[in-house]
């Protein structure tokens, strides 16, 4: 079992998870080449499928792309702490940073800062007519540290589909 964000339980069983896996892996997989690696056939597949999406286990299905390939070379991590932290202020700079093609993942964070960015640019150029032009404009903003990413170590978009975790 399986507890979603407002709560309700899913039941996924043992066919449910190497089918998780297998389209974590390869989401173009067609359901009679996923039917023939879990040795079942196409319709329980296809419906299990459909049932998972319904639930919302399964968002959505997307191409990743390299961003070295399409003229994104440098990825900056940049740790933000805000001046006030009222309710309205959170938003604002949350819809701020959401505006911004830039910034590929933000993560409000309990500690030390605020939220998280991970930002693609094309390089340190970039990068700072990003952080003067964009990210600052937002009047909340009191500190942002940045890293830069010298190489993956490991990188997926992939969840563990363990069976007891």
């Known amino acids: 079992m399986w507890e979603t964000e407002n709560h309700s339980t ?9 089918i998780i896996r297998q389209l974590q892996s390869n989401a173009r997989i067609t359901n009679k080449d996923l039917a023939a690696q879990l040795n079942l056939t196409t319709t329980p597949i296809y419906e299990r ?4 999406e ?7 299905y997307v191409a990743l792309i390299n961003p070295v390939k399409v003229g994104k070379g440098l990825m900056a991590l940049c740790m933000v702490r805000l001046e006030k932290h009222t ?3 959170l938003a604002a700079f949350e819809k701020h940073v959401a505006n911004i093609p830039e910034v590929v993942e933000c993560y409000h964070l309990a500690g030390q800062y605020d939220y998280h960015l991970k930002i693609l640019v094309r390089d340190m150029n970039t990068f700072q007519d990003f952080i003067v032009n964009k990210l600052s404009t937002n009047e909340n903003l009191a500190n942002v540290q940045s890293s830069f990413v010298m190489s993956k170590i490991t990188d997926t978009t992939a969840i563990p589909m363990l069976r007891n975790s």
């Not at 899913?10 to 190497?18: A, F, H, P, T």
């Open 87 to 89: 309710k309205d202020k």
């Open 10 to 18: 899913i039941r996924l069983d043992e066919v449910d998870l190497k």
């Open 49 to 52: 499928v459909k049932r998972l």
């Open 54 to 60: 319904k639930m919302g286990v399964i968002n959505s």
